[in-house]
Nanobody
Framework: QVQLVESGGGLVQAGGSLRLSCAAS????????MGWYRQAPGNQRELVAT???????NYADSVKGRFTISRDNAKNTVYLQMNSLKPEDTAVYYC???????????????WGQGTQVTVSS
């Protein structure tokens, strides 16, 4: 059993900052890429940022220069520092982890429950 638990969402004014955290726990064998996705009402879920086990990162064009993804492999935790937030960043943010449990030889995607980020203008 694996769980991804997110924290750090909330309401912030435009131009403000928030930091999201996501901790993976349970019978984890190995973790590959971790990332953040978001879904606004009426829209499809979209990639925000990913970070590989070795630290290489990938960002959506809309957040480059404003958001920073990082991870702590010892804690099985991924972070998303969000600066200069805009109203269009309002969405439910989901944590994703591509991992293998101790009972499996295969990697697959796991998702958190989502955390709401609301940016007021």
């Amino acid at each position: 059993q694996v769980q991804l638990v997110e924290s750090g969402g909330g309401l912030v004014q435009a131009g403000g900052s928030l930091r999201l955290s996501c901790a993976a726990s349970g019978s984890i064998g190995s973790i590959g890429t971790m990332g953040w996705y978001r879904q606004a009402p009426g829209n499809q879920r979209e990639l925000v940022a990913t970070i590989a086990n070795g630290g290489s990162t990938n960002y959506a064009d809309s957040v480059k220069g404003r958001f920073t993804i990082s991870r702590d492999n010892a804690k099985n935790t991924v972070y998303l520092q969000m600066n200069s937030l805009k109203p269009e960043d309002t969405a439910v943010y989901y944590c994703n982890s591509y991992l293998r449990t101790v009972l499996s030889s295969f990697f697959r995607d796991y998702w958190g429950q989502g955390t709401q980020v609301t940016v007021s203008s």
